[in-house]
T-cell receptor, first 114, second 111 residues
Framework: DTGVSQNPRHKITKRGQNVTFRCDPISEHNRLYWYRQTLGQGPEFLTYFQNEAQLEKSRLLSDRFSAERPKGSFSTLEIQRTEQGDSAMYLC????????????FGEGSRLTVL | GENVEQHPSTLSVQEGDSAVIKCTYS??????FPWYKQELGKGPQLIID?????GEKKDQRIAVTLNKTAKHFSLHITETQPEDSAVYFC??????????FGTGTSLTVIP
């Protein structure tokens, strides 16, 4: 399968713990996006990369959130000192940069903070 | 930033009938408008998209229309089937940078 891969699919953690999610995009895609989705809502933009450069971050992305894409391939999203409000589905998507191309989404990583 | 509104939030139709979902956007610079279908436990999947230089696009039973002046676009599904039941999201983007999504429409097709 050459689609977008996310790990882990499910993560349950206690408040205050750190968690990290990994996304492996489609290999030829140079753009990678992170979104957060809560129940009954649409995906909410967090950040995106073009190659290894982080081009934009949402104001929603507090200092506790950090994303990296060190070699322009896979990406990690780390949440430090998790809070119950961080419970959500974290979706990764990838695309070609231009022209505006289809976003291919992974299956998501569901985070539950107890 | 861009604000995308989507209506209705839920929609039930009889099998074979048509379904229409409407979205509005606020940023006139948005020029790419995809529609995604999301099934339970899965990531969204693109079903159709339209760019701002086109007013309508059709792919078999699915069509999308765009009114740039009014800043709204709509998804039309004809001859609905039970497998069309899912949550549908519209989105707006400026040249594939940030994508802003609507809040979703839960479509139920009743056999």
């Amino acid at each position: 399968d050459t689609g977008v891969s996310q790990n882990p699919r499910h993560k349950i953690t206690k408040r205050g713990q750190n968690v990290t999610f990994r996304c492996d995009p489609i290999s030829e895609h140079n753009r990678l996006y992170w979104y957060r989705q809560t129940l009954g809502q649409g995906p909410e933009f967090l950040t995106y990369f073009q190659n290894e450069a982080q081009l934009e971050k949402s104001r929603l992305l507090s200092d506790r959130f950090s994303a990296e894409r060190p070699k322009g391939s896979f990406s990690t999203l780390e949440i430090q000192r998790t809070e119950q409000g961080d419970s959500a589905m974290y979706l990764c998507a990838s695309s070609l940069a231009a022209p505006a191309g289809e976003l291919f989404f992974g299956e998501g990583s569901r985070l539950t903070v107890l | 930033g861009e604000n995308v509104e989507q209506h209705p939030s839920t929609l039930s139709v009889q099998e074979g009938d048509s379904a229409v979902i409407k979205c509005t956007y606020s940023d006139s610079a948005s020029n790419y408008f995809p529609w995604y279908k999301q099934e339970l436990g899965k990531g969204p999947q693109l079903i159709i998209d339209i760019r701002s230089n086109v007013g309508e696009k059709k792919d078999q039973r699915i069509a999308v229309t765009l009114n740039k002046t009014a800043k709204h676009f709509s998804l039309h599904i004809t001859e609905t089937q039970p497998e069309d039941s899912a949550v549908y999201f519209c989105a707006a983007s400026i040249s594939g940078n940030q994508f802003y999504f609507g809040t979703g429409t839960s479509l139920t097709v009743i056999p």
